[in-house]
């Protein structure tokens, strides 16, 4: 079968990725605007601690490793939303 007699099978292949993308289009959106507000999440904690420390309420050895986990898990959640966006 040559790539012409083909056309028609291809467009509707098309097609139908194109359907399912955006049928799927409104579940992305959700996804992404939660993932954005668990980012903001993140990093008002993080601030917090980082305030905390600031002002000498909190030593180092207690908000250093809850600073990083907290550094770990934004730039996890903004990998995801980048994924997100560019599905």
Do not use: W
């Not at 056309?7 to 993308?21: C, G, K, N, T, Y």
């Not at 002002?55 to 898990?73: D, F, I, N, W």
Request: proline share 5%.
């Amino acid at each position: 079968m040559s790539v012409l007699e083909q056309e028609p099978l291809i467009r509707d292949a098309v097609e139908q990725a194109f359907a399912s993308l955006e049928a799927d289009r409104p579940r992305r959106e959700t996804d992404l605007a939660a993932v954005g507000h668990e980012i903001r999440q993140t990093q008002a904690a993080l601030n917090r601690y980082l305030d905390a420390f600031e002002k000498g309420t909190m030593p180092e050895a207690v908000c250093a490793p809850r600073v990083e986990e907290l550094g770990t898990k934004v730039e996890a959640q903004k990998a995801r939303r980048e994924e997100l966006a560019s599905a």
